[in-house]
């Protein structure tokens, strides 16, 4: 079964520093990975998706993401940090037949100033 | 163009209640999917509705149930809820609901907790 594994979470970074959000997948079919962000009492937002087309996704708000089959990671960064990051964020991996999204447990990252 | 719409925002039942949330989709998405949020089990699917026919279906009890009306506004309903069932409750919608393929767009949820 597809799932995703999400390292540490909670991350705390100071702000203008380098944000690292690990990722790591399981899935039995090529993946396609998300990344999502949710903000105080809202919605989920996208970040940014991999499908194939290229390894490393840019999405937005600056980050970006690395697809990496060998280490069959995906994870997601942030050259400098800034205080409105501050959020939980998800992994996400479809499931085999494309119907419905697998999310990984979360990692909130606090962001200080 | 107006996003994702949950209604109510905020819900308190008593167990043995039921319960029914609402959610408007993008205008022209036909894909409406649910989603259960909480601290324990994370985020799962529940289900997805599509031209007013249930496609996919997660792993809850029969307690959980939906539909899709005509205008691809889509319903929960919860019966008999339990202690357990409270929960951040997230509808998103999309056009076709191939993940791979189409993204969806997630509403705010519905914040139910049962007393």
């Known amino acids: 079964a597809q799932s995703v594994t999400q390292l540490g979470s909670h991350v705390s970074v100071s702000e203008g520093a380098l944000v690292l959000l690990r990722c790591n997948y399981s899935?039995?079919?090529?993946?396609?990975l998300f990344w999502y962000v949710q903000y105080p009492n809202q919605g989920l937002q996208l970040l940014l998706k991999?499908?194939?087309?290229?390894?490393l996704v840019k999405g937005i708000n600056g980050f970006e993401a690395e697809f990496k089959k060998s280490e069959t990671s995906f994870h997601l960064t942030k050259p400098s940090a800034h205080m409105s990051d501050a959020a939980e964020y998800f992994c996400?991996?479809?499931?085999?037949?494309?119907?419905?999204?697998?999310f990984g447990a979360g990692t909130i990252l606090r962001v200080k100033s | 163009k107006a996003g994702v719409t949950q209604t109510p925002r905020y819900l308190i039942k008593t167990r043995g209640q039921q319960v029914t949330l609402s959610c408007s989709p993008i205008?022209?998405?036909?894909?409406v999917s649910w989603y259960q949020q909480t601290p324990g089990q994370g985020l799962q699917f529940l289900f997805e509705?599509?031209?007013?026919?249930?496609?996919n279906k997660g792993n809850f009890p029969g307690r959980f149930s939906g539909r899709q009306f005509s205008n691809s506004r889509s319903e929960m309903n919860v019966s008999t809820l339990e202690l357990g069932d409270s929960a951040l409750y997230l509808c998103?919608?999309?056009?076709?609901?191939?993940?791979?393929?189409?993204?969806?767009?997630f509403g705010p949820g519905t914040r139910l907790t049962v007393l």
């Open positions: 998103a919608s999309s056009l076709d609901g191939s993940i791979r393929t189409d993204t969806q767009y």
């Open positions: 899935s039995s079919v090529p993946p396609y």
């Open positions: 991999y499908t194939s087309a290229a390894t």
């Open positions: 996400a991996v479809s499931d085999k037949d494309g119907n419905k999204l697998v």
């Open positions: 205008s022209g998405h036909r894909s």
């Open positions: 509705y599509f031209s007013e026919t249930q496609r």
